[in-house]
């Protein structure tokens, strides 16, 4: 049995930790993305990057747009691609609709179920934590929406808290976006969600959609957006000028401790690293007291 992590600060150690990646949008034989970003290449250089953690994640959840166009072998080849790894972690997969899927080829590709139009929904148990899938998509158009049935469902599900709380996942964020192009393929009617997230144990939103990673608070509640593996947007421009950009791929590593939870951005990068810190380092402070660490980290040396 491993030992049990040493209290280096405050805080005890995170209770749960997930993966949450977006927007994948592959291709069928990985036809190069608007003719530009290979996001194939892109999705493996990502899950690299998560095996690279040396972490056993409770879920690994893709917040939608896991395809461009709904393609069936497209979405057989993101299977492919990341079943093997979650395998390796251990961990579920957890599929969210977005708008460029087709919910009939990703129920069967990617769920084996039946190839409807019905919403792809669903709960995870986490140990304790519950994660709640929406599909926030409209067939047919780009925006987002929730209709009666999906906010009913919803509530009851929310009915009952959870022991360590609810997390929600969906592809559409509710919160606004200084890029134009984005508050036009909003989620509408969001005040309907508010209402029956008002007074649960709802604790976070996991989104995507936007292609850059941002965050907010939503009717009380932390949302965070992951940026996109596939290309993301360059936003060191004016607003009405920025497009997309094949650099500042990431995901995000999600923490849920008892009082908060935190979401680290990480890069999809391969960068210079310095070796400071180690796995002997984090040993040696282990050993020592609260007050040894402070005096040995913390405390300045003059020169």
């Not at 401790?257 to 040696?284: G, K, L, R």
Request: glycine content about 8%; aromatic content about 6%; some cysteine.
């Amino acid at each position: 049995m491993d030992a049990a992590p040493v209290q280096f600060g405050q805080y005890t150690p995170a209770r749960r930790t997930i993966v949450h990646v977006s927007d994948t949008h592959l291709l069928a034989g990985d036809v190069p993305l608007a003719g530009q970003y290979d996001a194939g290449a892109n999705l493996r250089r990502a899950l690299v990057a998560v095996e690279r953690l040396g972490i056993r994640p409770d879920a690994i959840v893709f917040t939608g747009d896991l395809t461009d166009l709904g393609e069936p072998e497209a979405y057989a080849a993101l299977r492919r691609a990341v079943e093997p790894l979650a395998e390796r972690l251990g961990a579920p997969v957890v599929w969210v609709a977005g708008n460029h899927d087709e919910r009939p080829a990703l129920r069967r590709g990617l769920l084996d179920l039946e190839p409807t139009e019905q919403p792809v929904t669903g709960v995870w148990d986490l140990g304790g934590l519950r994660l709640v899938v929406l599909d926030t998509t409209v067939p047919g158009w780009h925006h987002g929406d929730l209709d009666d049935a999906q906010l009913l469902w919803l509530r009851g599900v929310l009915s009952e808290p959870a022991p360590l709380g609810t997390l929600i996942a969906m592809h559409h964020p509710p919160l606004p976006s200084h890029l134009p192009l984005f508050d036009i393929l909003e989620l509408q009617r969001q005040e309907r969600l508010a209402d029956v997230l008002a007074g649960t144990d709802v604790r976070g939103i996991l989104a995507g959609h936007l292609h850059y990673s941002t965050s907010g608070t939503f009717a009380g509640v932390p949302v965070s957006v992951a940026a996109a593996t596939c290309y993301t947007m360059n936003l060191a421009r004016p607003a009405v000028e920025v497009n997309g950009m094949d650099a500042g791929q990431s995901f995000h590593l999600v923490h849920v401790y008892d009082e908060t939870i935190t979401h680290a951005v990480v890069p999809v990068v391969d960068a210079p690293t310095s070796d400071f810190f180690s796995a002997a380092w984090v040993t040696q402070m282990a050993a020592l007291t609260p007050a040894e660490r402070l005096e040995v980290f913390s405390r300045k040396r003059r020169r």
